[in-house]
């Protein structure tokens, strides 16, 4: 069964200090694709990054970085030098193939506090 | 912004009344997913329609329905409203099965049902 773990509820930085958010997923499939997305207080889901099952390759793109592990099933994200509009929740995100399409699940959220 | 529309921004309903939500779809999808996120919560997956049939759906019950149009533009109907239905509604869309299974989300409608 799809299960996607974010441990983390909650976590304050100060501004400019690096900031890793945790994800832990299960899946049956061999074929899948992990994602993140952001959730300011507006309340749009904006997509930062993804990565499918075949692609370990991990990558930095401007402050945003990866780190996927398929032997720990681990995608952790890291905002480096952060800033106060960094503050949002932030949800990991499985998709499997299901007939037809994909079928996504969501973690909790790690909401993200970044302090002036 | 993503391209994905949806109306009405906020809804009041009260408890055994009836409501629909719209979405217009990012030029070029033919998916449309819908997901359900409760305060203090993650999105929960609610069904998904490609090329106007429902294909796939999470742990809702049968009065969440939906439907999707030629123009892949897609409603979410909620009949007998129940207190426990006040979230932010979400849909997203996506175009599977050609390297953009990334799924776009519009702002969503908030419903409050009193």
């Known amino acids: 069964a799809q299960k996607v773990t974010q441990a983390q509820t909650e976590i304050s930085v100060v501004e400019k200090e690096d900031v890793t958010l945790d994800c832990v997923y299960e899946?049956?499939?061999?074929?899948?694709?992990l994602f993140w997305y952001k959730q300011p207080p507006s309340g749009e889901l904006v997509f930062l990054i993804r990565r499918n099952s075949f692609d370990e390759q991990n990558e930095i793109s401007g402050r945003y970085s990866w780190n996927f592990q398929k032997s720990t099933s681990s995608f952790n994200f890291t905002i480096t030098a952060s800033q106060v509009v960094d503050s949002a929740v932030y949800f990991c995100a499985l998709s499997e193939a299901q007939t037809g399409g994909f079928k996504t699940i969501f973690g909790a959220g790690t909401r993200l506090f970044v302090k002036a | 912004e993503t391209g994905v529309t949806q109306s009405p921004t906020h809804l009041i309903k009260t408890r055994g009344q009836q409501v629909t939500l719209r979405c217009s779809s990012q030029s070029g999808h033919n998916t449309v997913s819908w997901y359900q996120q409760a305060l203090g919560q993650g999105p929960q997956f609610i069904f998904q329609?490609?090329?106007?049939?429902?294909?796939g759906r999470g742990n809702f019950p049968p009065r969440f329905s939906g439907l999707q149009f030629p123009n892949y533009s897609s409603e979410l109907n909620v009949n007998a409203l129940e207190l426990d239905d006040s979230a932010l509604y979400l849909c997203?869309?996506?175009?599977?099965?050609?390297?953009?299974?990334?799924?776009?989300f519009g702002p969503g409608t908030r419903l409050l049902v009193l």
């Open positions: 997203a869309s996506s175009q599977p099965w050609t390297g953009e299974e990334t799924q776009y």
């Open positions: 899946t049956r499939d061999t074929t899948y694709y």
């Open positions: 329609y490609y090329r106007e049939e429902e294909n």
